[in-house]
Each structure stands twice: as C-alpha cells, then as structure tokens.
C-alpha cells in the first residue's frame, strides 16, 4: 500500500469517527457497528406575524437524540424531548405549557457505499414513527390549550426517505428528502409534508492539541425546504395553514475526537404560505454530540 493511499484511508477514519454531520437533520450522522451517539441540542424557535391577528409563538426545546449502529448497514435512531411553548394572539395573555414532546424512532439501512482515495460516497432509505407519547389535551384556567401549544399531536406519523453523503478530505455534502404521512386525532390532521435538505460541510484546521490530535471547526451551510399540506379537522381544510418554506441555517461546529459542539442559525428565505398561516422567524440550535 502506498504512503497517499493510506494517508488517506486514515483521514476517511478520522472524519467519520469524530462524526462531521449536518446539524440541523440526524439522517446522516456516520457510524460504525457497535458504537453509540448522544447527540444534545437546545432549539429556540420564533414565530409571528404582523397581521391583524397579531399571533406569537415562542419554544424552547431540549431535544435528546441516541443513535445505536447495529452492523455497519443498519443503524437505529431515538429522539426525546421536553419543550416550553407560548402562545399569544391579540395582544392577550399568553398561553403555555411545558413538558415531554412526542418521541420518534427512525431505521436507516445503507443501499450502496463506494470508498475511494480519502472518501467516500453513501446512499441510504430510512424510515420512522412519530409516537403520540405526549399528551395533546393540556388545559389552562382559560380552557383546552389551542393547538400550536399543545405538547402532543395525539396522531401517530410515519415518515420515508433517502438520505445520501459524499465525503473528501477537503469538503462534505449530505443531501436528504423525506415523506411524512400526517395520522388523524380527534378527526384533526396537521397535514402531510415534503421535506429536502442539503448540507454543505467544509472543516477549516487549526494547530494539534497537547495529544497531538487535530482540532478543527467546520463550516456548515444548510438549506431546509418544506412543503407542508393544510391542516384539517373532521375532513374540511383550514385554509390558514400549510405551504412552502425554504430556510438557509449557516452554522459552526468545533470538532475534537471524542466531542463536537456545535451551532447554527435556521432564517428563512422563502415562505409561500396558505392565507394567514403563522410565519417562521428563525430557528436557533446550540448543542454537542458525542460516541461511545
């Protein structure tokens, strides 16, 4: 074996075993038989608009991801959170609630995989459930919580797609598009949703620490786009709800051998939406992964 060759079958090693990943979806995230990821993100999402209706959505959420690889194809994905919503419309008091969100569950299995000279190219189908673990009929002193508060969706959604990397020493793109089918609770469906993403990844390093180990950061440029179906209730359409949106979420990631922190910002740059759907206004992630 050359020098060239192995100083780059060492590099593929590294990159993958330090988990250099979108950080904004958790399709792609590399890993090996037998090993487990934690990967840890507090999200703060923003929404309103400036209607009549003078609506506000504010969350902060604490979503905990495990991911377990169960032979060097197939690995199993777990996501729990807690989340703390407000909502407001009219310049009234605003509505609340905090606790436990439903939990989801998410098989990817590796189709194809081709290794070259310091990379490698992947293509891989996965599928997953929206469980309804949370409760969807929390009430304050004013009633039953309107639904943009709720914790729970009470409905149980199945969502398919591919998702695909191509790694070099140099540079990375993972690219992934999804179908979730929206399931019925209390004759009420949020809708189904076309989703794509594309993360572009490009690590930048800087001088070796005390173990003689390469720390870097990585830049990370990513585009979300959704296409969202209209909500309905008892089979009639709300015809406030739904539409196209396209958000572009630069970030940053600060990447050593066993941790990687790691930011972004979600902003929109497009949203088509349906009537007076609620408008997103950014969506703020800090975090950090780690293997075991």
Do not use: C, H
């Amino acid at each position: 074996m050359n020098n060239k060759y192995f100083i780059g079958l060492l590099w593929l090693f590294f990159i993958t075993s330090i988990n250099a990943a979108p950080i904004t979806f958790n399709t792609a995230l590399p890993i090996s038989q037998g090993e487990w990821i934690w990967r840890l993100q507090y999200v703060q999402i923003q929404s309103k608009d400036s209607s009549q209706l003078q609506r506000n959505r504010q969350e902060e959420l604490i979503a905990s991801t495990f991911v377990y690889g169960v032979s060097p194809k197939l690995a199993l994905f777990a996501t729990l959170g807690y989340s703390d919503r407000t909502f407001s419309a009219f310049s009234s008091a605003p509505r609340q609630a905090k606790g436990l969100i439903d939990s989801k569950l998410l098989a990817r299995y590796t189709l194809y995989q081709k290794d070259f000279l310091a990379g490698s190219f992947r293509i891989a189908p996965f599928v997953g459930v929206k469980l309804a673990t949370a409760r969807d009929d929390l009430q304050d002193q004013n009633g039953r919580l309107p639904k943009p508060v709720q914790l729970g969706s009470g409905s149980q959604d199945w969502t398919g797609g591919i998702v695909t990397t191509y790694a070099t020493s140099s540079w990375g793109i993972d690219a992934q598009i999804s179908y979730l089918d929206a399931g019925q609770s209390n004759q009420f469906s949020k809708g189904d949703r076309f989703s794509a993403d594309f993360a572009f990844q490009y690590p930048l390093f800087k001088p070796s620490n005390k173990n003689g180990e390469a720390d870097f950061f990585d830049l990370q440029l990513e585009f979300n786009y959704r296409d969202q179906a209209q909500s309905t209730t008892a089979g009639l359409s709300d015809i406030n709800s739904g539409g196209v949106t396209l958000l572009v979420a630069p970030g940053l990631q600060y990447i050593t051998r066993n941790l990687i922190i790691e930011s972004s910002v979600q902003l929109p740059i497009q949203q088509d939406l349906n009537g007076q759907a609620l408008e997103m206004d950014s969506i703020f992630r800090l975090g950090f992964r780690t293997n075991f």
